[in-house]
């Protein structure tokens, strides 16, 4: 019913910056708090961020001061910049729709409504 495409993903040199967007169609993010996580090889999953439908953001603490989430509802996108990047953010990032308001365990996944497909971050020099 409701799709996600994530965008921006790509090769960047460490201390560069990328932005992520993930653009919703066959309904409204106005009803959903956008969750973003991400998956290394062979590692697994991981909550990044969160921003409910009033704004509010949850950070993991390798990305609170470098990560920022916002969501523009009259595109019906939310986006995630992240500065500073290092190596360790390579992976595969994932935007995710739950329903509001989310709740402290957001970054387990559980409640998520749908996913996207994911967009790969490659961090190397």
């Known amino acids: 019913q409701l799709q996600l495409v994530e965008s921006g993903g790509g090769l960047v040199q460490p201390g560069g910056s990328l932005r992520l967007s993930c653009l919703a169609s066959?309904?409204?993010?106005?009803?959903?708090?956008i969750a973003w996580f991400r998956q290394a090889p062979g590692k697994e999953r991981e909550g990044v961020s969160c921003i409910s439908t009033g704004g509010i953001t949850s950070y993991s603490d390798s990305m609170k001061g470098r990560f920022t989430a916002t969501r523009d509802n009259a595109k019906n996108t939310a986006y995630l910049q992240m500065n500073n990047l290092k190596p360790g953010d390579t992976a595969v990032y994932f935007c995710a729709a739950i329903p509001d308001p989310y709740g402290n365990s957001w970054y387990t996944g559980n409640a998520v409504d749908y996913w996207g497909k994911g967009t790969l971050v490659t961090v190397s020099p």
């Open positions: 066959g309904g409204s993010l106005v009803y959903y708090s």
